[in-house]
């Protein structure tokens, strides 16, 4: 039987290699998958989130264990999708209309997968209706904007605006960020949460579902993707 402290520590220590070769081996003992996830995996990342939070790790160091979980979960996935456990909660996540940096938006949608979030990437330059469509084909909880131009905020409203059209926005919360973004923007467009980094934006997207759906907007200073992480 591995050492499954050594799963935990190779996801904090951004050890792909070895975190894939653990849960290669627990899978083939007959190791539960799901126990892999919420008792070492899981718990590794929300570590790897307080040593960002402290200052102890900076973007890179997030990328590295996220790449680590990342390398695990493409084994679970396929278990957990088989025995029909569903996940933490469904995410779409996207950089809006008009705006092509993508790197802060990758780095959220790394920590929320690892997380135990499903995440359905969009990508750069979304417009309105694919977030919509999105979030119908994936029965979304959650849609995470991102946007590093002032020149494309208001693609996040013009989102929010298509989710009202469509009578999906009050099935899901709308989380926004990136760097010229703030809690009074999305205030004034009706999001629902603004977080300063990525890994508070977990913790944020974690409390939206525990408080089920939104009757009204409520904007925490809590971002979705770190501004020193955009490009």
């Known amino acids: 039987m591995p050492d499954l402290q050594q799963l935990y520590q190779a996801v904090v220590d951004g050890d792909a290699e070895l975190s894939k070769s653990i849960t290669e081996e627990a899978l083939a003992e007959g190791v539960d998958a799901l126990s892999l996830v919420t008792g070492h995996m899981v718990p ?3 570590e790897v989130g307080r040593l960002f939070e402290e200052g102890e790790y900076f973007v ?3 990328l ?7 390398a695990s979960m493409e084994l679970i996935r396929p278990i957990l999708v088989e025995t029909g456990v569903p996940p933490t909660g469904r995410v779409v996540i996207g950089t809006v209309k008009g705006d092509l940096h993508d790197i802060g938006k990758n780095l ?6 690892g997380g135990g979030f499903e995440v359905t990437d969009l990508g750069a330059d979304v417009d309105p209706e694919k977030f919509v469509e999105a979030v119908r084909e994936h029965n979304a909880d959650i849609v995470a904007m991102s946007a590093l131009l002032t020149t494309t905020m208001p693609s996040m409203k013009s989102t929010i605006d298509a989710l009202i059209a469509a009578e999906l926005r009050e ?3 709308v989380m926004i960020g990136g760097a010229p973004v703030s809690a009074g923007f999305g205030e004034q467009i009706g999001a629902d949460g603004y977080a300063e980094n990525a890994s508070l934006a977990v913790s944020m997207a974690r409390g939206f579902l525990q408080a089920g759906a939104p009757s009204e907007s409520t904007v925490s200073k ?3 993707s770190a501004s020193t992480s955009c490009g």
């Open 171 to 173: 099935k899901v919360k």
């Open 44 to 46: 590794a990342m929300d």
């Open 60 to 62: 890179p160091e997030l």
């Open 64 to 70: 590295i264990s996220a790449r680590a979980m990342k």
């Open 108 to 113: 959220v949608a790394a920590m929320l997968e």
């Open 222 to 224: 809590a971002n979705f």
